[in-house]
């Protein structure tokens, strides 16, 4: 409609514009608030609680929860070991998201490089990159588990690697088409014309193009890297114990079910909402980077749809 | 708890799902934890096989009494006695028939035997003759001769574990075994079940199940769930934390013992009072009702106190933390580096609760100042540390469990504590002197040289940190009548089920 | 007062933005009578389209909202009918055409049950809406119609997809036709076909046609009443002749002074020598030659229009040069080196000799860049011409030389008007300090009065910085105006090159004066001599 | 089309190969079969004879050779534990994944499509929420979770379902409804962002225009265009079905393919694993040929 007329105010800091959409989408900004607790959490915990998260107490075994009779850990119940349950979520926070970032992380800039190299390379090196993220999809995730928990330790570096790689094809085949499109676009070719090289041309003009479209990937991959590190332990060749995870705690529960619900409940509880809140954040993120939509954050809550 | 207790009884009031319910229905429904990969007759040692076949569809020789006090029993022999050193001779029953109509004879059991034995094939029978000469000799139809070099006094107990096949059977794994057992397999739809039916021409009593299929689900809690809901009748393996259900569920001894072994080639292990201290520090009542199921007891031998020679006499361990921090002390100031960092080796789903079994064992080793680590491993890799050649960087336990329901330590001393044992942690003149002479004893001898080992090895040489004789739990439906025993891991006679 | 077939009255429509409200339309009333052609003209953003959306029911509510006024057409206010009751009258009797056929036809439906939907919807029988069907395409002139009914929209050309949207609208002969800019983006020929067909048909129907445009040339052809709209407001409303000669509002002047081709001609002067020789430049993509041969000079200075039907490989022409796309046969000699013969390395110094401004710099701009960033990125990626220190002081240099501000640097791109985004496009180019400015049709996509100013201020930079440009264009009066000698490229050959002035008084092939001929002029009666001729061409 | 076809069949084969090639060895990295296969207590004659008698004393190349000159006659070799050939185990377990995949598939694509369009046509509404809330919780629950809340409310408590297994109907019932709530929030999602996006284009605007009716714009203009992204969504989530829902076919004791894998690989049942990649590649290959040729028969842009 109208040509927006461009106003002259300086434009506000990018951080406190940010702050200012999200305030903007109440469920968003109730999720991010959720996450920035976990993210305590996960910083905190561990130094914190780890002493009472780990402390055995047989008399408080399976100890119901909604009591404060053995003090506030004791609110959402304990253990089949007596362990406070809350305790034991606000520490295992840490070690779910450092494997959920850690896998995320290092599979969207593994999967991204390639793609990168997939899109702009020549057709050959294009083609045998993504016959290799055929074969990463089709090798079976659970026989890597298996490859990499026997020949390596198991631990949560290791698990990481296992999620990574399995993730890779995901960022890998959307990087490689996106850039496929972007490449083509007036902007890339006026650098070009401008001389500007390979490389600048991938990280000053394609990449940051990409990057939305990566980080709401990743954010629902965050979701879906947490559950599949669950479904690992429920199969028994995911994070083992002494070291703790939400996952590992709902698979460790799930035998409680019927006799302490809330062993297997909690654990899952706080996937589900930390899931849920990424993809409250994501859906909101999808708008708030796109140029063209981000007005709908910034008319002050007034949403039209 | 009392809620779901009460909506399932509403449910078995009224159920109309389960096809079980039927009158005069004497089919019955078993679901087992872990699919069967064969039918096959000389593997039906490995206990998920053994719960079908053994003595459903094929009998042996003979038969350890685990409801009574009978011992060995006859089953297709009638008697046995030994005709000089070292032989024995079986006669066998006359008038039994094979599934496929054939008569049985002593050439069946020839052919049985040699076939466990036999290198094409790898029967896991066949390693309970390891070590020992047998040669059989047919002397006529319904006599067989065993001779065996060196002398095998437990020749007769181990008869018992010889599935009999006819002798036409080839020497590979076949996927239709005939057998002189009471019931035929009649359909087997890998993946989803198997059904055995009754035959008509069975030498013995007829049993009251006319047939049986069997169903396979690994979640525990499904099994129970199966068996509530009318869909399943008997459920040889639940959690304990399932089994709430008075009316349903039985608690026994599953004859599986739990122990930490004891790599004694690496320090700090080697030395005798950290071992002590090990034993100390484990407060062993407290697990029992809480994490693992009441009725599970304190293991003093690696073998459950029906076994031949177990030792009454033999204490165990008391809970003093004390202690074990004192003999640690001394023990550090003879220079022994108590504090390197134990490795506990635990293996996932173990058992019912073996996580949280070992996360609390770390924990009591903790507190007393070991400085344990605990390492969850699948079972192949449980497997590199269970047996030799052992990993031995760094000072190891290995949690593990062992099952020995034959009535004899024979089956489990040789390996586990031997020098030349696959799975032993130390080597003493003296253990390997008494468990040559115990296992070529017989009668009272045998029983009495085992006591002797069994108390030598948990008070001298504190060989490992023996934890628990577990229980097994089976939930078991209103309308079928039976009780499961000790053997009930190993095997299931659908003979003795009943109906109410 | 006589019952108009269509009446707006005191319109006013509004729409929720990025910037909060914006009254679309404010109160604004016209009518149009049977047998009448009645144009809209507006530019972008002036809110021409609103009213046949509202006639339409097409306004999403939200965001849209009407706030007031009523659309009586035969005396029936259209806004307080029932939803049923539009949608039948929809099609029926008031039909809608749309500028961009290609997006506004369904991709995946053969375009002959398209069009007989219309008569499907409205309870014509099968058999009848698909004879009918045969009928209108065979009227609207599209080969072999039977074929035709099977195929899908992306097997026609651009005017033929006109063309079927036409006989769409027509099925049920409606009373109304409201044509969104009909011919926006088709070639001018093409353009001046489309519009004739219009105006057959119409006295075929008798029916009121509604012509929205932003282009005087439409205006002149075909209105017989024009209504001006600005800012959602109508400013003036006359027929084209009227408007042309005695325009009252000072914007209704202003587009009038804006339209391109009235202009002194330049006369080149007999230049120095040349400094780009192409020699025998092809390409092909596959068995496709979409260049074949093609030899020109460019002098210093100079600035040289190439003008083309689009697939005429006029555009191919910039990207060869500029290495985009690799030549399949030629030679390109810049200052005596073949540009083409150069590797990725040694072409990185040469390229900052030669620039190139894109059509649309909506997309031309990375719209994750500031503008600083955007100009200052040449002098990171040619180090060597401005020390790092001067980049902020030059880039304002730059911003002020295009006519912008210098505190425009730190915004981004898209919170600039279109002639801003190309006006900073040019700063971009400039940065480099090229001697030759390739435009690809930079200003096609700009509105009338806008692109006078890009014009001018392209002019004003060639005479301050002596640069040479080649500028590629469709739209022949711009080239009038601001060209020194002109190429006139068809299907992958040059027709005819030679000064502005023989080009465009003594056109000698045929193409080009048929060209010409079809091209709009915004006054009526130039363009009634242009209509004459190009009927007497086409005989 | 058909050239089309042989590059993408010569491509998916070599892709095929190279893991091949990567499972047999990196699997036999993984400990010795032997170990696993006979009881702790088996003497080393025992281990080496069953090493033997499957041939794992060979030196791994020489195992592989064997492998793929078996393979090449269409020997798959035989499943270690089952004594079988490898090639019927995987085929008796794909069928009953190949007809859970299907169903739920079938179903998935149905709901989501209809509730999806709804959603996109009502943006906003109740309907549109409780579809996007649906979906979003059901794709952040661990399914083996919600697996077994099921089988304690259906089957335990209030007794409508079997808990397990296979025979009737009714015993597909919780599997399928397990299986079905990720699949079923992410594609619903797709089709709502594609139908709104496609209820947004400018032929939806010709053909209110024309007059066309409500139902006709979405079910006839709309959804045909907007059916392109999801099924491209539709096949991803087919595929990862057809390699087996190992945590659900666990817990229901559903014979598939992916209770086959986990474990043949727990109990290093090289052959079996291998057969199965094979077979579900296979069929991951043609499941996408399907969805190319769907996408031709919807966007005739494709098919010239």
């Given at each position: 409609m109208a040509t927006p007329t461009t106003d002259d105010t300086k434009a506000p800091g990018a951080l406190r514009r940010y702050a200012r959409m999200l305030w903007a989408d109440k469920l968003a900004c109730a999720a991010a608030l959720f996450l920035l607790m976990m993210l305590l959490f996960a910083v905190f915990g561990p130094t914190l609680l780890d002493g009472a998260a780990s402390k055995q107490n047989l008399r408080a075994r399976n100890a119901a929860p909604f009591t404060l009779e053995r003090g506030f850990l004791y609110l959402l119940g304990g253990d089949a070991l007596g362990r406070p349950l809350l305790a034991r979520i606000i520490v295992a926070a840490q070690n779910t998201l450092v494997i959920a970032a850690g896998a995320v992380a290092a599979s969207m800039a593994v999967g991204a490089t390639l793609g990168l190299i997939a899109g702009y390379a020549g057709r050959t090196t294009g083609e045998v990159i993504m016959r290799l993220a055929d074969v990463i999809m089709s090798f079976p995730s659970l026989l890597l588990a298996v490859i990499v928990l026997y020949m390596l330790e198991p631990s949560i570096g290791n698990l990481v690697l296992v999620l990574a790689i399995t993730r890779i094809p995901i960022y890998l085949r959307t990087t490689r088409a996106e850039v496929l499109e972007v490449r083509e676009r007036m902007f890339v070719q006026a650098a070009q014309v401008m001389g500007a090289s390979t490389l600048r041309i991938i990280f000053r003009h394609i990449l940051p193009v990409i990057l939305p479209t990566l980080l709401t990937i990743a954010t629902l991959d965050f979701a879906f890297v947490m559950l599949a590190e669950s479904a690992l332990s429920f199969l028994g060749i995911g994070i083992q114990p002494p070291e703790i995870t939400w996952g590992l705690m709902v698979s460790q529960g799930r035998q409680y079910l019927t006799s302490a619900w809330w062993l297997a409940f909690w654990p899952g509880l706080a996937i589900i909402l930390t899931t849920m809140s990424l993809n409250l954040l994501s859906s909101w993120m999808r708008i708030a980077l796109n140029p063209t939509q981000r007005w709908r954050l910034e008319l002050g809550g007034k949403r039209n749809d | 708890m009392k809620h779901t207790t009460a909506l399932a009884g509403l449910l078995l009031a009224s159920t109309t799902l389960s096809p079980a319910m039927a009158q005069e229905n004497t089919d019955v429904t078993v679901v087992l934890a872990e699919e069967v990969d064969l039918v096959e007759p000389c593997m039906a040692t490995r206990s998920n096989i053994g719960r079908i076949v053994l003595q459903n569809i094929s009998e042996t020789l003979t038969e350890l009494d685990v409801r009574g006090d009978k011992g060995l029993m006859p089953r297709l022999a009638e008697s046995w006695e030994m005709?000089?050193?070292g032989t024995w001779r079986f006669h066998l029953r006359e008038g039994v028939t094979f599934s496929d109509g054939t008569a049985f004879d002593a050439e069946d059991v020839k052919h049985s035997f040699e076939r466990a034995g036999s290198d094409q094939i790898t029967c896991e029978i066949s390693r309970y003759y390891e070590g020992i000469e047998i040669t059989p000799t047919v002397v006529d139809a319904q006599t067989i001769d065993f001779a065996t070099e060196p002398a095998q006094p437990i020749l007769p107990l181990l008869m018992s574990l010889l599935t009999i096949v006819p002798s036409e059977t080839p020497i590979e794994f076949t996927r239709d075994p005939i057998g002189t057992g009471p019931f035929i397999l009649s359909e087997w739809n890998p993946g989803q079940d198997i059904k055995l039916t009754r035959r008509d021409d069975y030498w013995g009593e007829a049993p009251e199940v006319s047939g049986a299929t069997y169903l396979f689900r690994s979640d525990a809690a499904v099994r129970a769930a199966m068996v509530q809901t009318g869909e399943a009748d008997i459920a040889p393996s639940i959690s304990a934390t399932d089994a709430t259900d008075p009316a349903l569920d039985f608690a026994y001894p599953n004859s599986e013992t739990t122990y930490l072994r004891i790599d004694q080639n690496v320090a700090p292990l080697g030395d005798k009072r950290v071992r002590e201290a090990l034993n100390l520090a484990l407060d062993r009542e407290a697990f029992i009702g809480t994490i693992l199921a009441e009725g599970t007891q304190i293991a003093t031998a690696i073998t459950p106190p029906t076994t031949l020679g177990w030792n009454p006499d033999v204490k165990a361990w008391p809970y003093d933390p004390e202690k074990a921090r004192d003999l640690l002390a001394e023990a550090a100031a003879d220079g022994?580096?108590?504090d390197t960092t134990i490795s506990l080796i635990g293996r996932t789903g173990n058992f019912p609760g073996a996580t949280e079994v070992f996360e609390a064992i770390q924990a009591m080793l903790s507190d007393v100042g070991f400085n344990v680590e605990l390492q969850m491993v699948e079972v192949a890799e449980h497997e590199q540390y269970y047996s030799k050649p052992y990993v031995e960087d760094r000072p190891i336990l290995v949690g593990a469990q062992h099952d020995n329901s034959r009535g004899d330590p024979v089956f489990s001393m040789y390996f586990k504590y031997h020098s030349d044992g696959r799975q032993a942690g130390f080597s003493d003149p003296k253990v390997d002197e008494l468990i040559e002479a115990a296992t070529a004893a017989t009668g009272d001898e045998r029983s009495a040289l085992w006591s002797e080992l069994f108390a030598y090895l948990h008070d001298e040489v504190v060989a490992d940190v023996l934890l628990f004789h577990m229980v097994g739990h089976a939930r078991v439906s209103e309308r079928v009548d039976f009780t499961p025993t000790i053997a009930t891991n190993s095997s299931l006679q659908l003979s003795e089920i009943g109906f109410k | 007062m006589t019952e108009h077939l269509l009446e707006v009255r005191d319109l006013s429509v509004r729409f929720h933005t990025a910037r909060g409200m914006v009254n679309a339309v404010n109160g604004i009333s016209w009518h149009l009578d049977r047998g009448e052609t009645l144009a809209i003209l507006g530019e972008s953003g002036s809110g021409k389209s609103v009213s046949a959306s509202a006639i339409m029911n097409l306004i999403d509510c939200p965001p849209g909202e009407i706030t007031s006024g009523q659309i009586l057409f035969e005396g029936r206010d259209l806004l307080t009918l029932d939803a049923e009751t539009r949608r039948d009258i929809n099609g029926r009797r008031i039909a809608m055409i749309f500028q961009d056929p290609l997006s506004h036809l369904n991709p995946v439906y053969p375009v002959g049950w398209q069009i007989a939907e219309a008569g499907m919807a409205h309870g014509l029988p099968r058999a009848k809406a698909r004879a009918r069907t045969l009928q209108l395409l065979t009227r609207v002139g599209i080969p072999d119609p039977e074929a035709a009914m099977a195929k899908y929209p992306h097997q026609f050309s651009g005017g033929q997809r006109q063309r079927l949207m036409i006989a769409m609208a027509l099925v049920l002969k409606p009373d109304i036709l409201i044509a969104d800019e009909p011919t926006t983006a088709l070639d001018v020929t093409v353009q001046a076909e489309v519009l004739s067909l219009l105006e057959e048909l119409q006295e075929e129907t008798g029916m009121g046609l509604l012509l929205i445009t932003h282009d005087l040339g439409v205006v002149a052809e075909a209105a017989d009443r024009a209504v001006v709209m600005e800012g959602g407001r109508v400013v003036e409303t006359g027929t084209p002749r009227d408007l042309y000669h005695?325009?009252?509002h000072p914007y209704t002047r202003k587009l009038l002074a804006a339209a391109p081709g009235k202009g002194e001609m330049r006369q080149p002067d007999e230049a120095p020598a040349p400094i780009l020789q192409v020699r025998g430049l092809e390409k092909s993509y596959g068995p496709f030659r979409?260049?074949?041969g093609v030899d020109f000079d460019l002098r210093a200075g100079e600035t040289l229009a190439v003008v083309g039907e689009s697939g005429s490989g006029k555009s191919t022409v910039a990207r060869l040069l500029l290495r985009l796309e690799e030549a399949t046969g030629g030679s390109a000699l810049w200052k005596g080196e073949d540009l083409l013969q150069k590797s990725p390395r040694q072409m990185a110094p040469l390229r900052r000799q030669l620039q190139m401004v894109f059509q649309d710099p909506t997309q031309s701009l990375a719209p994750h860049m500031s503008v600083f960033q955007i100009i200052s990125e040449a002098w990171a990626i040619h180090p060597g011409i401005l020390p790092k220190a001067r980049w902020r002081a030059r880039v304002a240099e730059l911003l002020e030389q295009v006519g912008l501000r210098p505190e425009h640097a730190e915004r981004h791109p898209h919170q600039f008007s279109g002639g801003q985004r190309q006006r900073i496009a040019i700063a971009r180019a400039l940065a480099l300090e090229p001697e030759l400015i390739i435009c690809d049709e930079a200003v096609s996509a700009l509105d009338v009065s806008i692109q006078a100013q890009v014009i001018d201020l392209l002019g004003k930079l060639r005479d301050e910085l002596g640069l040479a440009f080649i500028f590629i264009a469709h739209d022949l009066p711009v080239v009038r105006d601001f060209a020194d000698r002109v190429l006139v490229m068809q299907k992958g050959e040059i027709v005819e090159q030679g000064s502005v002035a023989q080009i465009f008084d003594a056109p000698q092939a045929l193409y080009t004066q048929r060209l010409l001929a079809a091209g709009l002029d915004a006054d009526p009666d130039v363009q009634a001599d242009r209509r004459a001729a190009r009927l007497a061409l086409a005989k | 089309m058909s050239s089309m076809l042989g590059k993408r069949a010569v491509s998916s084969f070599i892709s095929l190969m190279v893991l091949i090639v990567l499972v047999f060895f990196l699997s036999r990295l993984t400990g010795d079969p032997a170990a696993l296969y006979l009881p702790v207590d088996a003497s080393e004659a025992m281990r080496d004879n069953f090493r033997e008698i499957h041939g794992l004393n060979d030196p791994v190349l020489v195992q592989f050779t064997h492998y793929i000159t078996d393979l090449v006659c269409f020997d798959f070799g035989d499943s270690l534990r089952k004594a079988r050939p490898a090639l019927e185990v995987v085929l008796d377990s794909f069928t009953w994944t190949l007809q859970l995949a299907l169903i739920t598939m079938a179903l998935v694509s149905a709901a989501a499509i209809a509730l999806g369009s709804l959603a996109a046509f009502h943006v906003g509404s109740w309907l549109d929420r409780l579809a996007s809330g649906l979906s979003l919780i059901g794709a952040s629950a661990p399914d083996f979770w919600i697996a077994i809340v099921g089988i304690v409310l259906f089957s335990v408590t209030l007794g409508w379902l079997p808990t397990s297994g296979t025979g009737t109907v009714w015993h597909w019932v919780l599997p399928i409804a397990v299986l079905f709530i990720r699949p079923f929030g992410l594609i619903l999602q797709v089709v709502r962002g594609s139908m709104i996006t496609a209820l947004g284009s400018a032929y939806v605007k010709t053909a209110r225009a024309k007059g066309v009716r409500n139902r006709p714009v979405i079910f006839v203009h709309t959804l045909r265009n907007a059916m392109l992204p999801v099924i491209t969504v539709i096949g991803d989530q087919a595929a990862a079905l057809l390699n087996g829902a190992v945590v659900v076919e666990t817990i229901f004791g559903f014979p598939g393919v992916g209770k086959l894998m986990i474990d043949s690989i727990l109990q290093r049942d090289f052959n079996v694993i291998l057969a199965a990649i094979m077979v579900t590649a296979l069929a991951i290959f043609l499941m996408n040929l399907l969805i190319d040729i769907a996408y031709a028969l919807l966007d005739p842009r494709i098919r010239t």
């Open positions: - | 005709t000089g050193e022994v580096p108590v | 005695g325009a009252s979409a260049l074949r | -």
